[in-house]
């Protein structure tokens, strides 16, 4: 079986990122990703569906393989401005459900950064979810 994997000793940092795949906002997101954790689009892995991270309603196995092969950057993503993973909710309640996912893949996925990252406007912003009391893997 063939992989990707670098040889030991290589510990590049690694990330994971869950967003929708609206065309407004999916490539904005990835570069706000990118620039908040330093990571380059082949150290990270990609999860897109309509509706962003607040539409997958457990751990997926990306993510889970994405944390196993030691991703220390998960990004948790969303966007307003209308989504077709959320027909008619508005900003603020999309906002509510981003946050409330994050809450949950916190516990998780224990030890790592989480962002949330929201897109609405046209542009997107990150912000790193501080969690007191929890101890960082080491990369
Ligand atoms: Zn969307």
């Not at 990609?46 to 030691?70: F, K, Q, S, W």
């Not at 912000?127 to 080491?138: A, E, F, I, P, Q």
Request: hydrophobic share 35%.
């Amino acid at each position: 079986m063939t992989s990707g994997i670098e040889p030991m000793g290589e510990r590049r940092q690694l990330g994971y990122l869950q967003l929708c795949a609206d065309r407004r906002f999916h490539r904005k997101t990835m570069e706000a990703f990118e620039q908040a954790t330093g990571l380059l689009p082949e150290e990270y892995w990609l999860e897109a569906r309509a509706g962003g991270a607040p539409v997958y309603a457990d751990r997926t196995r990306a993510a889970r393989i994405a944390y196993r092969e030691g991703a220390l950057h998960m990004g948790w993503a969303a966007h307003g401005d209308g989504c077709r993973g959320f027909h008619g909710a508005s900003n603020p309640e999309l906002r509510q459900k981003l946050a409330r996912t994050i809450r949950a893949r916190v516990q998780d996925f224990p030890g790592v950064h989480h962002y949330e990252l929201f897109g609405e406007g046209g542009r997107v912003t990150v912000t790193d979810v501080h969690l007191s009391g929890v101890k960082m893997r080491s990369p």
